[in-house]
């Protein structure tokens, strides 16, 4: 497959979102891990990832969100310690929300939860605003084989099948985010 690559910021943007609505997948750094990520509302895309990182298709993905205001557009009555807890964090967590809406039911589980994260990157944010959908985030590994802690560790037979690398320097962690749990009375469960 080829794989598109531009070196200015805004054009990987346009690219990526062109690639996005398209049912395209991206390979692209996070704040956390380098991700594999396509629109939340393709099944096809949502299929292909799950093909090249070999996952099991009952296993729902994380979406991340351009900011805390985009919750009320995909879950029904967040529960407002969601709001609280992003607000002042100063490391990232994904939430997993009960009452997900049907527009991103590709990516919630059969209890109809599903997990978001507000992305702090500028490129993400801008990106995921021009999407309407929240972007897919997985980590850019084979299932069951250890996350790849940068570009040069991930496994070429995925670098080869996704349709657009976005090579920007961004400072990560390089560990998986936080999972945390809120039901619907705002009690929290720690998951990861």
């Known amino acids: ?9 805004d054009q990987q943007i346009i690219l990526a979102l062109e690639i996005l609505k398209n049912d ?3 390979l692209y750094p ?3 891990v380098w991700g594999l990520g396509c629109s939340a509302s393709s099944i096809k895309a949502i299929k292909k990832i799950r093909e090249i990182k070999k996952r099991d298709f009952n296993h729902p993905f994380i979406g991340l969100i351009d900011s805390e205001k985009s919750i009320h557009k995909y879950i029904s009555n967040a529960p407002k310690k969601a709001i609280e807890i992003i607000k002042d964090s100063t490391f990232q967590k994904t939430i997993i929300y009960p ?3 049907k527009n991103i039911s590709n990516i919630a589980n ?3 939860e599903a997990a978001l994260r507000v992305t702090n990157l500028p490129y993400l944010r801008k990106l995921i605003s021009m999407m309407d959908s929240p972007l897919v985030s997985t980590s850019a590994n084979i299932s069951g084989e250890k996350t790849p802690v940068n570009f040069s560790k991930i496994n070429n037979e995925i670098i080869e099948k996704v349709d657009m690398i976005i090579k920007i320097n961004v400072k990560s962690t390089n560990e998986p985010s936080n999972i945390i749990k809120i039901n619907s009375k705002g009690e929290i469960e720690e998951i990861r």
């Open 30 to 32: 996070t704040s956390t």
């Open 110 to 112: 059969q209890k109809n």
């Open 1 to 9: 497959m080829f794989t598109k690559v531009s070196k200015i910021i």
């Open 24 to 26: 395209g997948v991206i």
């Open 99 to 101: 009452n997900s809406k």
